[in-house]
């Protein structure tokens, strides 16, 4: 539905614009991220493909974040407007963590983050390895693009809708059921089987 109202959460814009990157372009992301010849930039970008996270939140992430054994990283969420600290753990493929394992010095996990960058030109690497991708200009090719993407992609792959707030660091669930909107496989399955 792309219905949007004053102060009412969309996966599209007032004009209609998707604001999220479909599966395709991810998988375009991947392998330009695979290719990359920055290693940093390959683990950045595909962390945020990954754990949905804020480009900020990214940033933040130092070796104590990954958590190895478990499987997950740690990702303090920044965007809690009480001024509660809170993190969240975020379930990632194990081929991320042995990436980020063999990139980044972890030997002391403390001493820095795991990306030196701010948080603009961050967003201006992201930019252009999407550009890379070929994923076409517009508000969804952008690092919210890739975090609405994850939890459209969760959706689909049937993660229960409390566990993709929990991930995202959704204070509400109003916020996460926007991912309930687009149409996925099965309902377009169903549709076909309507005008068949």
Known sequence: MRV???????????AGERKYVNEAERNAL?????????????TFCLTL??????????????????????????????????????FREVPVPPQLLEELLATHDLSEPDKDKLWPWC????????KGLMADAGIADGIHA???????GFGLHAVRSGV????????????RMETTAIYLQAMGVEEREIAARMWA
């Open 160 to 171: 229960p809708i409390n566990f993709i707030q929990r991930w995202l660091g959704h204070a």
């Open 142 to 148: 952008t690092p919210k693009g890739l975090r609405h």
């Open 49 to 86: 493909v990954y754990t949905g996270c804020r480009i900020s939140e990214a940033l933040a992430i130092s070796g104590r974040s990954l958590e190895l054994a478990s499987g997950f990283i740690v990702v303090r969420s920044l965007k809690k407007r009480n001024g509660a600290i809170v």
């Open 4 to 14: 949007q109202s004053r102060g009412q959460l969309s996966l599209y814009t007032a």
């Open 119 to 126: 948080r603009a030109h961050a967003w201006c690497l992201i």
């Open 30 to 42: 991947i392998a330009a991220a695979r290719a990359c010849p920055s290693r940093k930039l390959r």
